[in-house]
């Protein structure tokens, strides 16, 4: 049973760009959360999918954006690279009745420069 | 004030300890409560996921919650090397989005 895999693991890009992270749940699971991790800090919520909708948000600026295809799948956008958008970005599963119960894919590393 | 507060360590003990890690939290609405481990560079791994007060016991991990001190706590037995990673407390209301402390970074010492 394949867990999340996250692509690519790891990126860099420069101030200004667009990058796109991608996401598969793990196998039976319906709902995907984003989040974003700082060095040495907790993971930060960003967004959730369920039914191909963002269904919560975080506090984190329209720059973010996502979406999710009708296989689970899903892709994390950000647009106008700054510097402190360097993190790792985790992506979790979930069944859409279990929703705390959250599964992490390893994450995808984001190096702006 | 952050909604859950956790103390980042380094908490450093001897192989064979029971480790003690807590954290507090603001927002009496949470209901659901998570323990993950993370190791360095690796996404969090669930550990433990219990509902509202209340003990749950997995093998050498303990969680606890108390919802009257808005406090709660992993107990691990018998710590082996291989238990040194970041800990990290998890919260949520309902099927809403988690929120997660600081995380506590510990190392077990052979």
């Known amino acids: 049973d394949a867990g999340v895999t996250q692509s690519p693991t790891h990126l860099i890009k420069t101030r200004g760009q667009q990058v796109t992270l991608r996401c598969s749940p793990k196998?039976?699971?319906?709902?995907v959360s984003w989040y974003q991790q700082a060095l040495g800090q907790g993971p930060q919520f960003i967004f959730q999918?369920?039914?191909?909708?963002?269904?919560q948000r975080g506090n984190f600026p329209d720059r973010f954006s996502g979406h999710q295809f009708p296989n689970y799948s899903s892709e994390l956008n950000v647009n106008a690279l700054l510097l402190g958008d360097s993190a790792l970005y985790l992506c979790?599963?979930?069944?859409?009745?279990?929703?705390?119960?959250?599964?992490f894919g390893p994450g995808t590393r984001l190096t702006v420069l | 004030q952050k909604e859950v507060e956790q103390d980042p360590g380094p908490l450093s003990v001897p192989e064979g300890a029971i480790v003690s890690l807590n954290c507090t939290y603001s927002?009496?609405?949470?209901?659901?409560f998570m323990w993950y481990r993370q190791y360095s560079r690796k996404g969090p791994e669930l550990l433990m996921y219990?509902?509202?007060?209340g003990n749950k016991e997995d093998g050498r991990f303990t969680a606890q919650v108390d919802k009257s001190s808005k406090y709660i706590s992993l107990f691990i037995r018998d710590s082996q090397p291989s238990d040194s990673a970041t800990y990290l407390c998890?919260?949520?209301?309902?099927?809403?989005?988690?929120?997660f402390g600081i995380g506590t970074k510990l190392q077990v010492i052979p």
């Open positions: 979790a599963s979930s069944l859409a009745t279990q929703g705390n119960e959250q599964f």
């Open positions: 196998s039976g699971h319906d709902t």
């Open positions: 999918y369920y039914e191909e909708e963002e269904r």
């Open positions: 927002n009496s609405a949470f209901q659901y």
């Open positions: 219990t509902y509202s007060s």
């Open positions: 998890a919260m949520s209301r309902g099927y809403q989005k988690v929120t």
